[in-house]
């Protein structure tokens, strides 16, 4: 039985074999049997959509060559601006575009005037040969066989299993095939999968990188000044914009439509980016398709992140609940609160300036509250995201296998990344590259070292300015904390007022200085040099990522790790610029470490969520203000797009990302919930970013990569870097491991464990005697006890260390990179390549039984193998 299929538009007929028949019997189509349990198929062959082609009006005036890039430029009418600059700007142009004919792209322009500017909208179009030349040069990866895509969803799989409804689950119109694949060669066109149908073969996205890099590889001037590429002429404001077309409308139309009819703009619009498919599968393949390999594997990586956190949150809403139910076995806050006038306090601060006693019963809410998140179970709850932090890492490395193949771009980095086109612009030399051969645009790397230098000189002048705004900040926290100490009113909750108006005064430093740095690390970089794209990114996220890791995490550090260890006692209080150092409250430093982490990890995904929201609208009204285009004419789909927004690309979403997955590792021990508000952010983030992409911004250009970068290599050092903070938090910050030796030592139920814990200060020291918390005898020296602690504390950072980096490395041990199963179908794929690709001489050897198998099926470009293509 056969059914009728399309190929690029053509019919073909489809036989029971997966071969296809129709186009000179020169495409052929194979169900690898290897693979039929990821395949879906139909009556015993495959359904083959049509190329999506652009949206309505995407087309040159003749309505045949497609609108591959776009190039716009503004003149005014009562320009003021001196002659000899315009006529600079209407020369550069004019060269530039003569340069552009000669690089064989085929050009149209359109003029729209208004009472005070003309807007010229140039049109450029790659026709057949530009597209061949240009696809092998940048190694773009060609069809040789089609086959359904594959459906490889665990959660799924595991629904499917349990028999239970997957709500998850949509069927999206349109998925694109899975092919298999090989470097494209004009010479071999005749093997390559729709090859004869010139105006469908490539993509809309494979034409826009082919113009893109002749664009940015074009002169506008004189070489030896650099005046090359298109991104000088944006940065010099010849032109104000360049990007590729979108598909067409992203609203559904007011009537009905058969799905299969949309296009890939409105499928991603209606199945993707609205909030009412938070809990949907994301259209993975839809995404790179349109967007391109490097968008898809951000938002791969983003819902498998986000996926992962469900547990992880789950579990630490469990630990968060167990301190709620167990509250009323909390008997050293019970102590305090009971206490009345018991336990005297010394003053906060020296008595000459102001600072009173106090009793420890003021502080009873503050104690109460900090049981909520230092109780035992927080201890293996810490242990627990370590191991779930390096189990993500090390499946996300899985997944990012299989996407870089089902993608074809496993081998992208190591064999096909060309140079940057701002590096070959600036270069001084060329040289010839020790791999390929063929001279290549070069930048000696000793003088490169000079400017990495100047790079690290500014890094760190940025972080001595961190780490003088954080003392500034804690010279605010204890100014503050004198007057609300001295009101009686407000002394009970004087540490909580300090602290997170601290807080949130230290969060808009950190959010200030961050903004100013990454304008700072992007001229640094670009000033240095590098030369690819993938190595650029690399750099700059370096630079930016250690910044921010001081910024951010700098003030945390400081009350888990340093606050209160240097305080002295009294009669031998340590001062810093005249002032006392800060101490712990009586609920211990890890309340306060929780509360400064819930402010600064709550408070910043707040505000970006708000600047992705509400930036994006009032960037895009101030835009078509500026822009200024007719608003009663009929829109092109030019026009439409030119209001749109400049793409910013994926930093900041990654940067955002990778920060938020530091604060639920590393200080996780403090604040269990803190996984629960990154999925719940994350939830928001991914539609957040869908709408961004689909609605708001142009177009941007689909560029390959393999992976997430070198963002892979920071969060796997920020999973070893939360095994060591966790266990030193649990160890010196906690008071797990003083209560645990007081109940082992004294009495399990931790009475009279509030004494215990207070030392009373020095005779003749104050006016007063009064306690202070510490372990030390009437005289200032340090007991027995806190010898005895000290040593645990020490055992148990070693223990727990070797015991998690232990297992972790097990983990690592028993999950392979890559699954099995997808190394068969690697080695599949490249053997059919070769088969396809083999010359016609090498087939005739093989038919005359020269090759060493007694029985090789030979993939012959036009048809099913038969009986006479086996020796």
């Given at each position: 039985m056969s059914e009728k299929h399309r190929i690029n538009g053509l019919p073909h007929k489809l036989d029971t074999y997966g071969t296809v028949k129709g186009a000179d019997d020169k495409v052929r189509i194979i169900d690898d049997d290897d693979l039929s349990s990821d395949l879906q198929s139909s009556e015993g062959g495959i359904t083959i959509p049509h190329k999506p082609s652009h949206g309505g009006g995407c087309y040159f005036s003749d309505g045949k060559r497609t609108i591959d890039y776009m190039l716009v430029y503004e003149e005014k009418i009562d320009e003021k601006s001196s002659s000899s600059d315009k006529a600079k700007f209407?020369?550069?142009?004019?060269?530039?575009?003569?340069?552009?004919?000669?690089?064989?792209?085929?050009?149209?322009?359109?003029?729209?005037?208004?009472?005070?500017?003309?807007?010229?909208?140039?049109?450029?179009?790659?026709?057949?040969?530009?597209?061949?030349?240009?696809?092998?040069?940048?190694?773009?990866?060609?069809?040789?066989?089609?086959?359904?895509?594959?459906?490889?969803?665990?959660?799924?799989?595991?629904?499917?299993?349990?028999?239970?409804?997957?709500?998850?689950?949509?069927?999206?119109?349109?998925?694109?095939?899975?092919?298999?694949?090989?470097?494209?060669?004009?010479?071999?066109?005749?093997?390559?999968?729709?090859?004869?149908?010139?105006?469908?073969?490539?993509?809309?996205?494979?034409?826009?990188?082919?113009?893109?890099?002749?664009?940015?590889?074009?002169?506008?001037?004189?070489?030896?000044?650099?005046?090359?590429?298109?991104?000088?002429?944006?940065?010099?404001?010849?032109?104000?914009?360049?990007?590729?077309?979108?598909?067409?409308?992203?609203?559904?139309?007011?009537?009905?439509?058969?799905?299969?009819?949309?296009?890939?703009r409105q499928v991603l619009r209606e199945y993707w980016a609205r909030w009412g498919k938070w809990y949907k599968y994301q259209p993975l393949d839809h995404i790179r398709e349109y967007f391109g390999e490097k968008i898809g594997i951000?938002?791969?990586?983003?819902?498998?992140?986000?996926?992962?956190?469900?547990?992880?949150?789950?579990?630490?809403?469990?630990?968060?609940?167990?301190?709620?139910?167990?509250?009323?076995?909390?008997?050293?806050?019970?102590?305090?609160?009971?206490s009345n006038q018991t336990y005297k306090m010394c003053p906060l601060c020296d008595e000459n300036i102001g600072c009173s006693y106090w009793y420890l019963s003021d502080v009873c809410l503050y104690v109460k509250i900090a049981y909520l998140f230092d109780h035992p179970a927080t201890v293996c709850y810490a242990i627990f995201v370590s191991f779930w932090a390096v189990t993500f890492l090390e499946y996300w490395k899985r997944k990012n296998a299989s996407l870089a193949h089902h993608w074809d771009v496993t081998d992208f980095e190591e064999e096909e990344e060309r140079p940057r086109p701002e590096y070959a612009a600036k270069a001084p030399s060329f040289e010839k590259n020790p791999i390929t051969g063929v001279k290549e645009p070069h930048f000696p790397p000793r003088d490169r070292i000079p400017r990495i230098l100047s790079g690290v000189a500014v890094i760190t002048i940025m972080i001595f300015l961190v780490i003088i705004f954080i003392i500034a900040v804690i010279m605010y926290r204890v100014l503050v904390s004198i007057p609300l100490f001295q009101n009686k009113t407000l002394r009970p909750r004087a540490a909580l007022i300090a602290s997170t108006s601290s807080a949130v005064v230290n969060l808009i430093l950190i959010m200030a200085l961050g903004k100013v740095y990454e304008k700072l690390a992007l001229k640094l970089t670009q000033w240095e040099m590098h030369r690819t794209q993938t190595e650029f990114e690399d750099q700059l996220t370096f630079k930016v990522f250690v910044f921010q890791f001081v910024n951010f995490y700098s003030s945390i550090f400081y009350i888990a790790f340093f606050k209160g260890r240097f305080v002295g006692y009294p009669g031998q209080y340590n001062k810093f610029f005249g002032l006392r150092n800060e101490e712990c409250n009586n609920g211990g430093c890890l309340v306060e470490l929780a509360q400064q982490l819930a402010v600064i990890m709550i408070g910043k995904q707040i505000i970006n969520n708000a600047q992705e929201i509400i930036v994006p609208k009032l960037k895009t009204l101030v835009h078509r203000l500026r822009v200024s285009l007719d608003k009663n004419a009929v829109r092109s789909r030019w026009e439409e797009d030119y209001e749109l927004i400049d793409n910013e690309g994926l930093f900041e979403e990654y940067l955002e990302m990778v920060l938020q997955f530091g604060f639920i590792t590393i200080f996780v021990a403090a604040f269990p919930l803190a996984p629960l508000f990154a999925l719940l952010n994350n939830w928001v983030e991914i539609r957040l970013d869908a709408q961004k992409f689909v609605c708001e911004t142009r177009r941007p250009i689909a560029d390959r990569?393999?992976?997430?970068?070198?963002?892979?290599?920071?969060?796997?050092?920020?999973?070893?870097?939360?095994?060591?903070?966790?266990?030193?938090?649990?160890?010196?910050?906690?008071?797990?491991?003083?209560?645990?030796?007081?109940?082992?030592?004294?009495?399990?139920?931790?009475?009279?464990y509030t004494d215990f814990s207070l030392s009373t200060a020095p005779n003749h020291t104050l006016n007063q005697t009064c306690r202070y918390r510490d372990f030390r005898s009437n005289t200032g020296q340090y007991t027995l006890f806190y010898w005895q602690l000290l040593a645990v504390r020490l055992g148990f950072v070693i223990l727990f260390e070797h015991v998690v980096f232990g297992i972790c490395k097990l983990i690592d041990f028993l999950v392979p990179d890559v699954p099995e199963a997808l190394e068969l179908k690697i080695k599949r794929e490249r053997y059919l390549a070769k088969q396809a690709l083999a010359d016609t001489d090498t087939i005739m050897k093989i038919a005359r039984g020269e090759d060493d198998e007694d029985d090789v099926e030979v993939a012959v470009p036009g048809g099913k193998p038969d009986a006479e293509d086996k020796v």
């Open positions: 209407d020369k550069w142009r004019e060269k530039f575009l003569t340069n552009l004919k000669k690089n064989g792209l085929e050009i149209e322009d359109e003029t729209v005037r208004t009472p005070k500017k003309t807007t010229t909208f140039i049109k450029l179009h790659a026709p057949w040969d530009v597209c061949c030349y240009y696809a092998e040069d940048l190694c773009m990866r060609a069809p040789l066989q089609a086959h359904p895509n594959p459906s490889n969803n665990w959660s799924d799989r595991i629904l499917k299993t349990l028999k239970i409804p997957n709500i998850m689950h949509e069927d999206v119109p349109n998925k694109p095939l899975d092919y298999y694949t090989c470097a494209f060669k004009k010479s071999k066109l005749d093997r390559f999968l729709g090859s004869e149908d010139q105006d469908t073969y490539f993509t809309d996205t494979q034409k826009s990188r082919i113009v893109n890099e002749i664009c940015a590889t074009t002169a506008y001037g004189k070489k030896k000044r650099a005046e090359i590429g298109l991104e000088r002429l944006l940065d010099e404001n010849v032109y104000k914009a360049a990007f590729p077309l979108h598909d067409g409308q992203y609203e559904m139309p007011d009537h009905y439509i058969n799905p299969e009819e949309l296009n890939r951000y938002f791969a990586w983003l819902g498998f992140y986000t996926a992962w956190l469900l547990p992880a949150a789950a579990v630490g809403l469990a630990v968060f609940l167990y301190g709620v139910i167990t509250f009323g076995g909390n008997t050293p806050a019970f102590e305090v609160c009971e990569a393999q992976d997430i970068g070198v963002w892979f290599k920071i969060l796997d050092g920020l999973a070893q870097l939360a095994v060591i903070s966790n266990a030193f938090l649990i160890a010196f910050t906690s008071e797990f491991l003083p209560r645990l030796m007081y109940q082992y030592q004294y009495n399990w139920d931790l009475k009279g």
